[in-house]
């Protein structure tokens, strides 16, 4: 996937940078350089950035995804 790839599908899933950066997982500034072609894409992004336009429902899940944060078990230990 080239710059101009990662472009188009962000606009085709009506996404911002922000919006992209946070769903992918990666700094704004990070995406504006792949976008900008200063950094290669890397094959995880690329991939489910993919997966993500092909297949309905996906941004959705991948939204729902993103938000999800460990449950606290009270009496648990961290380690």
Known sequence: MDAQQ???IRIS???TQGEA??????EERTWRRY???T???PKPVARLLL?????????EELKLISQ??????PGATTG
């Open 6 to 8: 990662l472009y188009a």
């Open 13 to 15: 899933l009506d996404l």
């Open 21 to 26: 950066s946070r769903l992918f997982g990666v």
């Open 35 to 37: 976008e900008g072609g």
């Open 39 to 41: 950094r290669a894409i």
């Open 51 to 59: 997966l993500v336009e092909q297949m309905p429902g996906a941004l």
């Open 68 to 73: 999800w944060r460990p449950r606290r078990v």
